[in-house]
């Protein structure tokens, strides 16, 4: 009996012994960097350089390539390496018990990590995931200026930035999803096809310039068309005059751990051309293989290796925005990571009347760091995809939806630091100083966190001018020092109605009753202001 039991004792250590786990090795340096610190173009472009130097961020080891001879080491031991970081400094391989310990051996390793946190585990079945539960559309064309897409951009009060010109212009965000069918035929996209504002993009899972295959999820085509949508007279997204870069590293059929390197190679990919922003609609807790599972003590910002990377991302100054979960009403119940992390900010979702949205995750994250920072509508959430407007619920819409408006405000504010934009977000969404578990501080308010900059950024300066009676029924006057340039008023559709005379008082009593915005062009500034005629 003890010869049997002692057999199985040595069968069990055989066969965990001999099984393989996902890990990640740490290089202990970079030996040739100096080649890099002399010729930094030879692996950032200028574009991020520039930012860089805008935001007084300095080069350091992060941004130089790994040392390749380690690479072949690695290879050369017999493994097999397809994914690697340089902000990490390392690669990734699947190994054995025995393996990883050779690997720590090797003096030109620093350490191995797994990716398994809560061992033991078990292989779970492998199945078909639906990762976008909340993933619900109804296709249907509108016939009206701003469309369906004009109230989820008013409740988050991003008209004034529109109307000021600030429509993503010169900003540069990646989208980093599952794919991108359509993007490259469909009329809903036709407009950042011709304009040239898709700079780029790969597909990080199967390592190819393969992203807009018809078989690819078109989760990530959706949520550009948040943003970058455009239906003459049925739709316009929240950043139309962006430009984008697509990358694709979520295998949408699979939960495995290596989407979380996948994703850190787009992060690097984009830091490397220039980008101002990330936005990302994927989160991670449990996989089909149990032994990668998480728990809500794990999301402290710090120890998935996706948090970590996306934290790097945003001390490279990229304003990194990522989506709360849809897991509210699960088990789970609380935001998944890379949302967990402190400096990524987190977006929620709420309803048409500003409601949380049922699905939408919990936090704060397991240190007590509130999250979301902030929410924008994630039901009901409409955008374009391939030749319609449609309608979808999720964080995952919630969080393009507000990554266009950040967008807009880094156009209008391009030298602020992205610690200070994210403040600004938090200090003038609707709940702040307070705070809800789902809704953060509250619906995001741009045009609010626009006007409490206008005295710093050259745009204006609210207190320096005044626009009365307000409501109004006949005439206005505008109050001001400077010399007026030009007035011109428009409606909440962003559509230009009237241009006024010059001058300080004008008469609209001919002008039908609603809500309309002033634009006053002074010699010194630009306002924009709500005007309610009666």
């Known amino acids: 009996m003890k010869?049997?039991?002692?057999?199985?004792?040595?069968?069990?250590?055989?066969?965990?012994?001999?099984?393989?786990?996902?890990?990640?090795?740490?290089?202990?340096?970079?030996?040739?960097?100096?080649?890099?610190?002399?010729?930094?173009?030879?692996?950032?472009?200028?574009?991020?350089?520039?930012?860089?130097?805008?935001?007084?961020?300095?080069?350091?080891?992060?941004?130089?390539?790994?040392?390749?001879?380690?690479?072949?080491?690695?290879?050369?031991?017999?493994?097999?390496?397809?994914?690697?970081?340089?902000?990490?400094?390392?690669?990734?391989?699947?190994?054995?018990?025995?393996?990883?310990?050779?690997?720590?051996?090797q003096p030109y390793v620093q350490s191995v990590e797994s990716f398994i946190k809560h061992p033991p585990g078990g292989k779970s079945e492998i199945k078909k995931v639906n990762k976008?539960?909340?993933?619900?559309?109804?296709?249907?064309?509108?016939?009206?200026?701003?469309?369906?897409?004009?109230?989820?951009?008013?409740?988050?009060?991003?008209?004034?930035?529109?109307?000021?010109?600030?429509t993503g212009t010169g900003v540069t965000i990646a989208v980093i999803d599952t794919g991108f069918p359509t993007v490259n035929t469909g009329s809903v996209y036709a407009r950042i096809r011709n304009n040239g504002q898709i700079k780029g993009g790969y597909n990080f899972v199967n390592k190819s310039s393969d992203i807009y295959n018809s078989s690819l999820n078109n989760h990530g085509s959706y949520c550009l068309g948040v943003i970058a949508g455009y239906v003459d007279n049925s739709f316009v997204g929240t950043a139309p005059d962006a430009d984008f870069y697509l990358y694709a590293s979520e295998d949408a059929d699979n939960e495995i751990p290596e989407e979380q390197l996948y994703w850190a190679e787009a992060a690097e990919e984009a830091d490397r051309k220039g980008v101002d922003l990330i936005t990302t609609s994927l989160g991670y807790y449990d996989f089909d293989d149990t032994r990668y599972n998480l728990l809500y003590s794990d999301m402290n910002g710090t120890t998935s290796f996706i948090a970590r990377v996306a934290q790097i991302a945003t001390e490279k100054g990229i304003f990194v925005l990522a989506a709360a979960g849809n897991e509210a009403q699960k088990p789970w119940h609380y935001i998944i990571t890379p949302a967990d992390n402190a400096k990524v900010f987190t977006v929620g979702a709420v309803t048409s009347t500003g409601a949380s949205s049922t699905f939408s995750s919990f936090g704060p994250n397991s240190v007590g760091v509130i999250k979301p920072d902030g929410s924008a509508r994630g039901t009901s959430t409409y955008m374009g995809y391939n030749n319609s407007v449609t309608s979808s619920n999720g964080t995952s819409f919630a969080t393009p939806l507000a990554a266009g408006g950040v967008a807009c405000l880094i156009q209008a504010m391009p030298t602020k630091p992205i610690a200070d934009v994210s403040n600004l977000l938090r200090q003038n969404a609707s709940l702040y100083p307070n705070t809800d578990p789902q809704k953060g501080y509250g619906i995001l308010n741009f045009g609010k966190a626009w006007n409490t900059t206008l005295s710093t950024i050259n745009v204006g300066n609210k207190s320096m001018l005044q626009i009365y009676p307000n409501p109004v029924a006949k005439t206005f006057t505008i109050k001001t020092d400077e010399k007026i340039i030009s007035v011109e008023l428009y409606d909440t559709l962003g559509r230009k109605v009237q241009t006024l005379k010059n001058e300080k008082t004008n008469n609209i009593e001919r002008l039908a009753n609603g809500v309309y915005f002033v634009k006053v062009q002074t010699d010194k500034n630009q306002y924009i202001e709500k005007l309610i005629k009666e």
């Open 3 to 105: 010869k049997s039991i002692s057999f199985f004792i040595l069968l069990v250590f055989v066969f965990t012994s001999a099984q393989t786990e996902l890990v990640f090795v740490f290089f202990k340096d970079k030996p040739n960097k100096e080649a890099f610190y002399t010729n930094p173009l030879s692996e950032l472009t200028q574009k991020s350089l520039d930012r860089r130097t805008k935001f007084g961020i300095a080069l350091n080891d992060q941004d130089a390539p790994i040392e390749p001879t380690y690479i072949q080491n690695v290879k050369n031991l017999g493994f097999t390496v397809k994914d690697y970081s340089k902000w990490m400094n390392g690669v990734a391989v699947n190994a054995t018990t025995a393996q990883i310990l050779n690997l720590q051996s």
């Open 132 to 166: 976008f539960e909340e993933f619900n559309n109804t296709l249907g064309k509108t016939n009206f200026n701003y469309g369906s897409g004009l109230a989820q951009i008013n409740q988050v009060n991003l008209r004034p930035l529109h109307i000021a010109g600030f």
